[in-house]
């Protein structure tokens, strides 16, 4: 077999065999394949795309690539939630401890951010004593006991899907329906996860910026989990604003617990419900969407989601008084209002610029070696379609700095207001099953 007629096979449209996929993954991953004839390659499938059987294929090689995780010692079935990212997404924070108090098995391996805020153990950390550094046996074993934890992304995984990224971002081959299908689910079911919700943002802040894209994307990956023996289900939601109000660690942590309280905003409230009845359905919690939901918002309201939460930052030596009093975390020093120019409607939220302001204040990473500053960060007092008088605060800029005149400016080039009313974006676009 050779690369070059893998290459002209697919470059000419037609799919290829698991063999010849196989033979590619192995062959690159191992160093016997050149980055000019792996791009090549990467650049054919961009142009001629994969069928539904070459996607699970090529997953599941990045799959078989390096480690996987058994969970099998953990009772019951395994839904992860995948998010193709955002600014504002509290979602993991408020789905681990909400979907877990319906005993539904969360075991949740997550990162570090790169960009915007930090990513979920970043969130978590701005509890004072929470920490992931905590062994396979120890994490099998809370999951098991309280239903939920959270450990960091540990192990040689999915190593095929990290060298062909590399490769895809220096050669205009990222924004591939295929390829990041594949990349994104490869680490899901090398995860060990039973089944997936996948969370697909659409618009300015998300990485697909169109609806139609999102949806391709979407169905790709549910087609790629469901082929391969995961059930897996996605929502398209709306990334067009930040999702909630906060954006920044500590601000992040302390809307997540408001939103178990039943106390969050509309937006993200909503989008958890939405995303924690497909975890409760897919773990055979409840049989319907609706039956779910309903369980859902009754442990929230009766303080069960909310204990959850803190038995989980408990027993990962995290300060559990953080539920009642919010000031166990930093706050910053500076708390800024950015006031509106004139008065009228909200009309646009730029999400991704407003995510740039907030890592200008030190919420995220620029690179790797930054440091984040849990502290700081935005909290949106107008959403879109909101009415504001001139001179009402638009958001509070929570700074360690007293000087953020370069932040206001950035805030200011990317909120709009119109004189016509508005209407609020639509949250759920779409959802993907099985059927």
């Known amino acids: 077999m050779r690369m070059y007629d893998i290459i002209a096979k697919k470059r000419d449209g037609q799919a290829l065999t698991s063999e010849e996929i196989t033979f590619f993954i192995e062959g690159y991953t191992n160093g016997d394949i050149p980055d000019y ?14 069928n539904d059987e070459e996607r699970a294929n090529m ?12 969970l099998s010692a953990i009772e019951g079935i395994k839904v992860d939630k995948h998010s193709t990212g955002g600014v504002g997404d509290t979602t ?67 190593p095929a899907d990290k060298k062909l990224y590399g490769l895809r971002d220096v050669t205009a081959t990222v924004n591939s329906i295929p390829l990041i ?23 300015a802040g998300a990485f697909m910026k169109s609806l139609e894209d999102s949806k391709a994307l979407a169905e790709a990956m549910v087609a ?67 039956e779910a939901r309903e369980k859902l918002q009754e442990n929230m309201e009766n303080g069960k989601a909310l204990e959850k939460f803190a038995t989980f930052l408990k027993s990962q030596g995290g300060d559990e008084r953080v539920v009642k009093d919010p000031s166990v975390m930093k706050e910053a020093s500076y708390k800024i209002e950015l006031e509106a120019k004139e008065a009228g409607f909200v009309e646009e ?31 949106l007092n107008k959403k879109v379609g909101d009415y504001v008088e001139a ?15 370069d932040v206001k400016q950035k805030l200011y080039e990317n909120i709009t207001i119109s004189k016509n009313k508005v209407e609020a974006p639509t949250l759920i676009h779409d959802m993907v099953t099985e059927k």
Request: contains cysteine; hydrophobic residues 45%; negative net charge.
């Open 224 to 290: 790629i989990g469901n082929h391969v023996g995961r059930n897996t289900m996605a929502v398209i939601s709306d990334m067009s604003q930040p999702l909630g109000r906060a954006i920044g660690n500590a601000l992040e942590v302390n809307e997540a617990i408001e939103t178990l309280k039943g106390n969050g905003p509309d937006d993200l409230t909503e989008l958890c419900l939405t995303l924690g009845s497909q975890m409760v359905v897919l773990a055979g919690k409840a049989a319907t969407l609706d």
């Open 391 to 405: 001179g009402e605060s638009l958001l509070t800029i929570h700074a360690n700095q007293e000087d953020v005149e």
């Open 181 to 203: 299908a594949s990349s994104i689910m490869s680490k899901k079911i090398a995860a060990g996860a039973d089944a997936i919700v996948l969370d697909v943002k659409t618009g």
């Open 59 to 70: 997953t599941m090689e990045m799959v078989k690539s390096g480690d996987t995780i058994d």
């Open 92 to 158: 993991t924070l408020i789905l681990g401890p909400l979907v877990a108090s319906l005993d539904v098995p969360v075991a949740k391996m997550s990162g570090r951010g790169l960009g915007h805020t930090g990513g979920t153990i970043d969130k978590l950390e701005a509890v004072p004593g929470f920490h992931v550094e905590i062994d396979k046996s120890e994490f099998i074993e809370l999951v098991n006991k309280n239903k939920v934890s959270v450990i960091g992304q540990t192990g040689n995984l999915t």
């Open 349 to 379: 939220i730029v999400a991704d610029e407003l995510g740039t302001a907030a890592m200008m204040l030190g919420a995220g990473r620029a690179t790797k070696e930054s440091e984040i500053d849990l502290a700081v960060g935005l909290y």
């Open 37 to 50: 004839q792996a791009s090549a390659l990467c650049m054919a499938i961009f142009f001629q795309d994969m």
